[in-house]
């Protein structure tokens, strides 16, 4: 098996027989065998079901069906895990990465042996100025910061050579974040730019919320919400006391009601307070990951794993 095609899917069952279809109108012709491995990464809707109509295609197609949700960074790993090809390439099912730019990166390889990995980023990126300004924003201060370099706008749409793929698959921590894990295993990686083209079906899954928790995970390896109750309470205060030294300026200037003697106190009393909680729960975030990960829980856990007759022996 030359390549297999890694696609985690969570609720996207309109967009599965779309992918399906694109990737037959792509590699037809190619010379080389290929197989699809779909993760349905705990879909509530009929993503499942789609998956299961694959079967009886003449693509050879693998479904790693999990137990529950248990995240992107998850189903990537398995997929790589279940995956058969000397070439491995990570690609959505939502087809705004397409599958004739991974037929690309394999012809990349090909050609270029000196290269063991492709990646795609998005060199025009169609989403607002605030989303772009604070992604940008995460990339300078990890790059500054971490010891491994980030590549700006760089995305999980890559093909591996099996060698990398295997250097991937030691890393064993169950937090993850995958691009960083990319950079430091090494090999050398080509980038190439792509756009990405408008989702098939449905909607993104992926709210500004989830996006500030996705970068927490590039920075602190995942995120343990129980202890971020003391980072959220050192902010709170530091909010509370200015909102404090506003009310007390508006008041002493707008309508000259003396300052009391124990505004400067009360309001240093605030900040001094916020800052040791906000230093406390970045601690607190650090030995949640070292706790959970002496636990030895697996990464992901399977509940079934589906393939069709095409696969040969």
């Known amino acids: 098996?030359?390549?297999?095609?890694?696609?985690?899917?969570?609720?996207?069952?309109?967009?599965?027989?779309?992918?399906?279809?694109?990737?037959?109108?792509?590699?037809e012709g190619v010379d080389f065998d290929y197989e699809i491995v779909f993760v349905n990464d705990g879909s509530k809707d009929g993503t499942l079901r789609e998956l299961k109509k694959l079967l009886e295609g003449d693509i050879p197609v693998k479904i790693v069906n999990f137990s529950r949700n248990f995240g992107k960074e998850s189903a990537m790993y398995a997929g790589l895990e279940n995956s058969e090809g000397d070439y491995v390439t990570i690609i959505d099912a939502d087809l705004q990465q397409r599958p004739s730019i991974a037929?690309?990166?394999?012809?990349t390889l090909d050609s270029r042996q000196e290269y063991d990995c492709v990646a795609a980023y998005q060199q025009e990126r169609s989403e607002n100025k605030a989303v772009i300004f604070l992604k940008d924003m995460f990339y300078k201060i990890i790059n500054k910061f971490a010891d491994?370099?980030?590549?700006?706008?760089?995305?999980?749409?890559?093909?591996?050579?099996?060698?990398?793929?295997?250097?991937?698959?030691?890393?064993?921590?169950?937090?993850?974040?995958?691009?960083?894990?990319?950079?430091?295993v090494g090999f050398n990686t080509l980038f190439i730019p792509y756009k990405a083209a408008d989702r098939a079906s449905g909607e993104s899954k992926w709210s500004m919320l989830k996006l500030f928790a996705y970068a927490f995970e590039g920075i602190f390896a995942f995120?343990?919400?129980?202890?971020?109750i003391s980072t959220c309470a050192g902010a709170l205060s530091i909010v509370g006391a200015l909102i404090y030294l506003i009310v007390e300026l508006i008041r002493h200037y707008g309508f000259k009601y003396p300052f009391g003697n124990s505004t400067s106190a009360i309001f240093w009393m605030?900040?001094?307070?916020g800052v040791q909680l906000i230093c406390l729960g970045l601690v607190g975030e650090y030995l949640a990951r070292i706790y959970v990960q002496t636990?030895?829980?697996?990464?992901?856990i399977a509940k079934e794993i589906l393939k069709n007759d095409k696969y040969r022996g």
């Open 103 to 107: 037929l690309e990166m394999v012809r």
């Open 270 to 273: 605030f900040i001094i307070a």
């Open 295 to 300: 636990k030895g829980r697996p990464i992901y």
């Open 148 to 184: 491994t370099e980030f590549r700006q706008g760089a995305s999980d749409f890559r093909t591996f050579r099996r060698p990398m793929v295997e250097a991937i698959l030691e890393m064993k921590e169950y937090f993850r974040f995958s691009k960083g894990l990319f950079s430091w």
């Open 223 to 228: 995120t343990t919400a129980p202890l971020r």
């Open 1 to 27: 098996m030359k390549l297999s095609l890694v696609v985690p899917c969570f609720n996207e069952a309109g967009n599965i027989p779309l992918f399906y279809k694109a990737v037959k109108k792509d590699f």
